[in-house]
Nanobody
């Protein structure tokens, strides 16, 4: 079955950086588009970024464009999210999601990793 395990979250000061990882198993990762979403405290899921199966096409929410970069290493079955110039409003639980490119179906997601941006 689909298994996704996020890691790399933590507490960081505004302006800092973090790199999230998502280890995938139970499906053919190299055939799957992937998405990052986040859930701020008390709020609904927010789409953050997506990437096609070979990594040639990416897209970002306006709120993170220019600061976050999504990438993948299909040889390692791993998805990444490099987050730079973090802001307090980026505080959320971040999830990687296996879902068709452009889909808002977040059924297949990991347990999430907490990112807290605070001074």
């Amino acid at each position: 079955q689909v298994q996704l395990v996020e890691s790399g979250g933590g507490l960081v000061q505004p302006g800092g950086a973090l790199r999230l990882s998502c280890a995938a198993s139970g499906f053919t990762f190299a055939d799957s588009s992937m998405t990052w979403v986040r859930q701020p405290p008390g709020k609904e899921f927010e789409w953050v970024a997506r990437i096609t199966h070979l990594g040639y096409i990416t897209a970002y929410a306006d709120s993170v464009k220019g600061r976050f970069t999504v990438s993948r290493d299909n040889s390692k079955n791993t998805l990444y999210l490099q987050m730079n110039n973090l802001k307090p409003e980026d505080t959320a639980v971040y999830f990687c999601v296996k879902t068709p490119y452009g889909s808002a179906d977040y059924t297949y997601r990991g347990q999430g990793t907490q990112v807290t941006v605070s001074s």
